[in-house]
């Protein structure tokens, strides 16, 4: 579990939530007593439309497993993504990323392209996260990988490797017939240190038969994740919401992490963060009658913190949830915003309407004008900067 601070201090929106015919009443004080949220419960916030009182929950979780001196904190990384390729095997209908190896739109990158892809940018020099995330490609296997942070790492050695969902760590144990314990191991030494959260897509076994059926299964997602864990690499969640899933659906996935999050207890890693994503539409087979409102968007930031009492951060990613519907899910219970993302592929190939690239500047400024205080941090959430508003 997070370690539980002072409570915040008691104001006019501790008066709203605790009248006596507020519904969501009884969820407050639980959150204040630091007890479990129930899965009926984490419905019934979801059930309800009273944003306000949603959003004074949330903030509440966030800020009782926050220190005091940090709670007005919102936390950054000067990230770079690179996708190595866009070949990939998995037949995901929400996809517009993956194409076939004879398609003119496929590309591959060597080692060499990915150097000088790197070199070309600005900001190498101050940069602080690689997010490494690929298709599935027979001719990248462990031995493309094992030698690409080998020499990202030479090159750039203040550069963190956050790389490999677990998808792609299953993907490569199985072209080279090990264990995924295996490969973890080969990266690690190679130089990867955390994992990001994708390819858990929605948990529920109705709908991954509906989106991913040649995937691996939510449980296999979450045992690799749990080996990472045990190997004393942090990792993070994701949730692809917008898809066709239920909030019920919704709800469950983050009860199957807060399991796993209580079985990696005394492991040296665990999940950092918890993602929820919006799916976009173009070039897939996802009917757009499925997108989330806003108010869907600020539930699962709010759901989320509250339900996962066990993972210290939750993150809006701004190429998914946009930038003006991030900005306030700080007040939903987000604490973090991923980054400055130069080059994310995956999103924009689906048509997201956010860019690729927010630049230092505009993204301190959307975090002071939130009244919050932006922090850069690493990929494991030390902090190297805080910026306090002008
Ligand atoms: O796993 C695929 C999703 C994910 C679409 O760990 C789509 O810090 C929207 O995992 N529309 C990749 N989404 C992104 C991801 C991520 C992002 C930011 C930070 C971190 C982190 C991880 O994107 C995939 C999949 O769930 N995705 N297609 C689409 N059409």
């Known amino acids: ?36 949220i129930t899965e009926a419960e984490g419905l019934e916030i979801y059930d309800s439309n009273d944003l306000l009182s949603i959003g004074i929950l949330a903030d509440t979780a966030r800020k009782l ?22 070949i990939c095997e998995a037949n995901c209908t929400f996809c517009s990323y993956k194409k076939g190896p004879k398609s003119p739109f496929a590309y591959v990158m060597d080692v060499d392209a990915v150097l000088e ?4 940018y600005p900001g190498k020099d101050t940069l602080s996260e690689f997010h490494i ?16 942070f080998k020499a990202l ?30 490969v973890i191991g080969e990266l690690q030494k190679a130089g990867l240190k955390s994992m990001p959260g994708g390819g858990a897509e929605v948990f529920s076994e109705r709908m991954r038969a509906e989106v991913c059926l040649d995937k691996i299964s939510a449980t296999e997602w979450l045992q690799i994740h749990g080996i990472a864990h045990e190997m004393g690499i942090n990792t993070n969640a994701t949730l692809l919401a917008g898809i066709g899933e239920t909030p019920a659906e919704r709800i469950d996935h983050m009860i199957r992490l ?22 976009y539409y173009e070039g897939n087979k996802i009917d757009p009658s499925n997108a989330l409102t806003g108010i869907e968007n600020l539930k699962n930031f709010a759901v989320s913190r509250i339900l996962l009492d066990n993972v210290p951060h939750i993150k809006a990613f701004w190429v998914h949830i946009g930038e003006k519907m991030s900005q306030v899910g700080l007040n939903f219970g987000v ?29 301190l400024n959307f975090i002071w004008k939130a009244g919050r205080t932006p922090v850069e941090r690493d990929s494991i959430y030390n902090i190297k900067k805080i910026y306090p508003r002008p």
């Open 117 to 120: 892809m790197v070199h070309k």
């Open 258 to 279: 807060r399991d796993q999050q209580d079985r990696s207890k005394e492991a040296s890693g665990g999940f950092m963060t918890f993602i929820p994503l919006n799916c």
């Open 1 to 36: 579990m997070v370690t539980t601070f002072e409570k915040p201090a008691d104001s006019i929106t501790e008066n709203y939530i605790t009248q006596k015919n507020n519904p969501l009443r009884p969820i407050y004080h639980k959150i204040l007593e630091g007890e479990r």
């Open 133 to 148: 995330v690929s298709g599935l490609y027979e001719k990248q296997g462990l031995e493309y990988y094992t030698s690409l």
């Open 153 to 182: 790492s030479k090159e750039f050695p203040h550069v963190h490797i956050k790389a490999m969902t677990a998808v792609e760590m299953d993907y490569m144990a199985k072209l080279d017939g090990i264990p995924v314990k295996q």
């Open 65 to 86: 497993r926050t220190p005091e001196a940090e709670r007005n904190y919102v936390y950054w990384v000067h990230n770079f993504h690179i996708n190595p390729t866009n």
């Open 335 to 363: 604490d973090d915003l991923d980054g400055t993302v130069v080059q994310e592929q995956v999103a924009n190939n689906a048509g997201t309407a956010a860019g690729q690239h927010l630049t230092q500047a505009q993204l």
